[in-house]
């Protein structure tokens, strides 16, 4: 395991470990070519995904298929758009006409979707190219990414020890982190795009709610679920973004995004930006090497030219966690209840536990927290007044082994929770090594449809920092 003082060990060596823009510019160039580039990917899958278990359904033919004829495309002068070629890996929560969807669970037989999420025809009308369903905790309920019933993807970081990749887009980050897809979609409900980013050494994306479609996404939490990519660098996080978001009349959350270029916008320059630094009470809890390249960060967004905030939350973490806890079960069991309810099937007990809490939350309870809800965003939003972006840790801890997974703690959503409680945006970027050699994470948290703001503040950083060029070693294909 490669260690921070020692880096040079594992930065990207490859075009298996290349970012979406790396490979698009080769693909344009005639570097390579798109059954190449798929070819290469599924070798890795191959070799490497019977121990990590990113993917619950390879859709080798079809991609191959895709590729041959996008080459083709090309070899035309005719490019699809501005994804044309690249690999997608999509959360197993997502509807794609004629293949299987288990939203990771087994309690049902895998049944074959008849019609397609809006998000993944958006990605194929750009010319990415879905390599197939990737693993995710059942019903996307959990932080950690286990999952007792079809299997715990393995932290890439790791390979002697199988440690969590963070949840619930658990095999999403897998894949990427592995170098088995070029990007991958997930869902953030309570952290799940940015948890796993952060403990695989990746960018997520928690995008503002109704900002991307969620036609044809299995619901958890309809107030809170939103659509976002995990990919290796902020510009592939706003290319994506580009492609995925919009109204769709589709979605009856959706919302008109104000800004439709967010990619052009990531290189303006961030002197005078305001940050809002995390308050000394909430420092408590978090792992000391999580501080410390926390720290370093501020001083890295301070050598930018931008200026610290330090002032307490109106409404600190754990109270977040509470009522954005309540309302995850109060909104799942209303989903899915019907279905846990049924003695003769069979989930992981965790799920179920934080499922069946909801039965208990009355309609008045109910309305009382999105009462709460709603006063806390008002909060929040006059509170950011004077700053233009947070910068908080992204997890609290590293991957621990999953031997040590307690499921009744949650340490992992306490820097989640409060962004989609709130309805903020929040991009996770790599910022820095443990001792050990795991990812450490920060994120940049913005007001609602704030993404070109986040993004921009966070390709800065990415761009002052290594951390985003190192890869998981030992997975390295044998010539």
């Known amino acids: 395991m490669s260690s921070t003082s020692n880096i040079t060990d594992i930065v990207n060596p490859s075009l298996s470990y290349a970012s979406m823009e790396q490979t698009l510019e080769a693909l344009a160039s005639g570097e390579i070519n798109s059954e190449t580039l798929v070819e290469n990917q599924l070798s890795r899958i191959d070799a490497f995904d019977a121990k990590l278990h990113a993917y619950v359904d390879v859709y080798a033919d079809e991609a191959l298929?895709?590729?041959?004829?996008?080459?083709?495309?090309?070899?035309?002068?005719?490019?699809?758009?501005?994804?044309?070629?690249?690999?997608?890996?999509?959360?197993?929560?997502?509807?794609?006409?004629?293949?299987?969807?288990?939203?990771?669970?087994?309690?049902?037989?895998?049944?074959?979707?008849?019609?397609?999420?809006?998000?993944?025809?958006?990605?194929?009308?750009?010319?990415?190219?879905?390599?197939?369903?990737?693993?995710?905790?059942?019903?996307?309920?959990?932080?950690?990414?286990?999952?007792?019933?079809?299997?715990?993807?393995?932290?890439?970081?790791?390979?002697?020890?199988?440690?969590?990749?963070?949840?619930?887009?658990?095999?999403?980050?897998?894949?990427?982190?592995?170098?088995?897809?070029?990007?991958?979609?997930?869902?953030?409900?309570?952290?799940?795009?940015?948890?796993?980013?952060?403990?695989?050494?990746?960018?997520?994306?928690?995008?503002?709610?109704?900002?991307?479609?969620?036609?044809?996404?299995?619901?958890?939490?309809?107030?809170?679920?939103?659509?976002?990519?995990?990919?290796?660098?902020?510009?592939?996080?706003?290319?994506?973004?580009?492609?995925?978001?919009?109204?769709?009349?589709?979605?009856?959350?959706?919302?008109?995004?104000?800004?439709?270029?967010?990619?052009?916008?990531?290189?303006?320059?961030?002197?005078?930006?305001?940050?809002?630094?995390?308050?000394?009470?909430?420092?408590?809890?978090?792992?000391?090497?999580?501080?410390?390249?926390?720290?370093?960060?501020?001083?890295?967004?301070?050598?930018?030219?931008?200026?610290?905030?330090?002032?307490?939350?109106?409404?600190?973490?754990?109270?977040?966690?509470?009522?954005?806890?309540?309302?995850?079960?109060?909104?799942?069991?209303?989903?899915?209840?019907?279905?846990?309810e049924r003695n003769e099937l069979e989930f992981d007990p965790n799920i179920k536990r934080r499922i069946m809490l909801g039965r208990d939350i009355g309609a008045r309870q109910y309305i009382n927290l999105l009462r709460e809800r709603e006063s806390a965003k008002a909060e929040m939003l006059e509170a950011m007044d004077g700053v233009d972006v947070c910068v908080f840790p992204t997890n609290a801890i590293t991957a621990i082994p999953v031997s040590e997974v307690d499921e009744l703690s949650t340490p992992l959503s306490r820097f989640g929770r409060f962004v989609n409680l709130l309805d903020l945006c929040s991009v996770a970027v790599p910022a820095g090594l443990s001792a050990n050699g795991l990812p450490v994470s920060i994120q940049v948290i913005g007001r609602p449809f704030a993404e070109p703001t986040i993004l921009r503040a966070a390709f800065a950083f990415e761009k002052a920092t290594p951390w985003n060029r190192l890869y998981p070693a030992g997975l390295e294909l044998k010539s």
């Open 65 to 340: 298929q895709a590729a041959r004829g996008l080459d083709k495309l090309r070899q035309a002068g005719f490019t699809v758009g501005p994804l044309h070629g690249v690999t997608i890996a999509v959360k197993d929560l997502f509807e794609i006409k004629g293949h299987a969807i288990t939203a990771g669970s087994k309690s049902l037989p895998p049944r074959t979707s008849s019609m397609t999420a809006t998000v993944v025809d958006r990605l194929r009308a750009a010319g990415a190219i879905v390599l197939g369903k990737t693993h995710t905790v059942e019903f996307a309920f959990g932080g950690w990414g286990t999952n007792t019933s079809m299997g715990t993807p393995w932290n890439p970081w790791d390979l002697a020890t199988h440690r969590v990749p963070g949840g619930s887009s658990s095999g999403s980050a897998v894949a990427v982190s592995a170098g088995m897809a070029s990007a991958a979609l997930g869902t953030d409900t309570g952290g799940s795009v940015r948890i796993p980013a952060g403990l695989c050494g990746l960018v997520g994306l928690k995008t503002t709610h109704g900002l991307i479609s969620r036609y044809g996404l299995v619901d958890l939490c309809p107030t809170h679920d939103t659509v976002g990519p995990i990919t290796q660098t902020v510009r592939d996080c706003a290319t994506m973004l580009d492609v995925l978001a919009g109204p769709d009349p589709q979605d009856t959350a959706s919302r008109f995004s104000p800004v439709r270029s967010v990619s052009k916008e990531i290189e303006k320059d961030v002197r005078g930006m305001r940050v809002w630094t995390l308050p000394t009470a909430e420092r408590e809890e978090v792992d000391p090497e999580v501080l410390k390249a926390y720290d370093r960060s501020l001083g890295v967004f301070a050598e930018l030219g931008m200026t610290m905030v330090d002032k307490p939350l109106p409404q600190s973490l754990a109270q977040s966690m509470r009522i954005a806890g309540s309302l995850m079960s109060a909104e799942g069991y209303a989903s899915l209840g019907t279905l846990f």
